[in-house]
C-alpha cells in the first residue's frame, strides 16, 4: 500500500481521544479472554473510537472575504435566530447556520474565519436531541465571539448534543487565529451554529453536506444571493 492510500485511511488522532481509545482496547483485552466474539465486537468499538477522535489535515480555502464551516456534518437549520446573550453581539437576529454532527463525523471544530476572540462563554444546560431547534438555547453550549479584520463581528457556538456529554474548548479570549485554525471539540454528538456578520448571504442549503475547514459558507465580499438546492 502506498503512503497516499495508507493516509486515506490513517488519520492523525486528537489527543483528547487517547485514552478513550486506551480504554477501549483495554476492555476489548478481557472480552477476548471472556469470549472470542465478544473480543472482535470490542475491536470494532476501538477502531470506532479512533475514527470519532480522528483529526485529519484540511486544505482551508485562504482568500480573504471567505467563511468556512466549522464542524463536518450536515446543514440542519438555517435561518435568522437572535444570537447567545452571553456572546454580546446584541438583540437582533443574524442569519444562522447549523451543522449537526453525527457520531460518525470528525468532531475536531475549526474557526470559520480569522479574526480576534472577543469573547469565550460557557452555559450549562440541558443535552436534547442537537438536531432540535431548541438545543441552541436549552443544551449545554460553549460560544465564541470573532471580530474580523472589518470591525465586524460573528459568533460560533458549540452545542453539546443527547450523547455528547464534555465540549473542549481550547481558545482564550484576546486571541488571533486564522481561518480554519482548530478551536476545539465535542464528544460524542453534537451541533455548530454559525451567526454570520450582518448583510451576509449564507452559500449553503439545509441538507448540504459540510467539510470542516473546507466548505464554504459565505462570501463577505461577493453579492451572490443566499443559495437554494434541491435533492438530486
Avoid at 21 to 45: C, N, R, S
Wanted: charged share 20%; hydrophobic share 45%.
Amino acid at each position: 500500500m502506498s503512503v497516499s492510500m495508507l493516509s486515506t485511511f490513517v488519520k492523525p488522532m486528537h489527543p483528547e481521544g487517547r485514552k478513550f481509545v486506551a480504554i477501549f482496547a483495554g476492555i476489548t483485552l478481557v472480552l477476548f479472554l471472556l469470549w472470542e466474539p465478544l473480543g472482535w465486537i470490542g475491536v470494532g468499538l476501538t477502531v470506532w473510537c479512533y475514527y470519532f477522535f480522528r483529526d485529519p489535515v484540511r486544505v482551508t480555502p485562504t482568500r480573504e472575504g471567505l467563511m468556512i464551516s466549522p464542524a463536518d456534518g450536515v446543514v440542519s437549520l438555517l435561518e435568522p435566530a437572535v444570537p447567545p446573550v452571553e456572546l454580546g453581539l446584541g438583540d437582533q437576529p443574524m442569519t444562522r447556520i447549523s451543522v449537526f454532527m453525527s457520531v460518525f463525523n470528525c468532531h475536531v471544530n475549526r474557526l470559520p474565519m480569522g479574526g480576534r476572540i472577543t469573547k469565550v462563554a460557557y452555559r450549562p444546560g440541558k443535552f436534547l436531541n442537537a438536531s432540535l431547534d431548541k438545543a441552541s438555547s436549552d443544551n449545554e453550549r460553549n460560544g465564541l465571539a470573532v471580530q474580523i479584520a472589518d470591525g465586524r463581528s460573528y459568533g460560533v457556538v458549540q452545542i453539546a448534543g443527547l450523547v455528547a456529554r464534555r465540549i473542549l474548548c481550547e481558545v482564550r479570549e484576546g486571541q488571533e487565529l486564522m481561518t480554519g485554525d482548530r478551536f476545539g471539540l465535542i464528544r460524542f454528538g453534537s451541533r455548530l451554529d454559525i451567526y454570520l456578520p450582518e448583510g451576509v448571504q449564507p452559500l449553503v442549503c439545509i441538507g448540504q453536506t459540510m467539510l470542516a475547514g473546507e466548505t464554504v459558507l459565505a462570501d463577505l465580499q461577493g453579492s451572490e444571493a443566499a443559495r437554494t438546492g434541491g435533492v438530486r
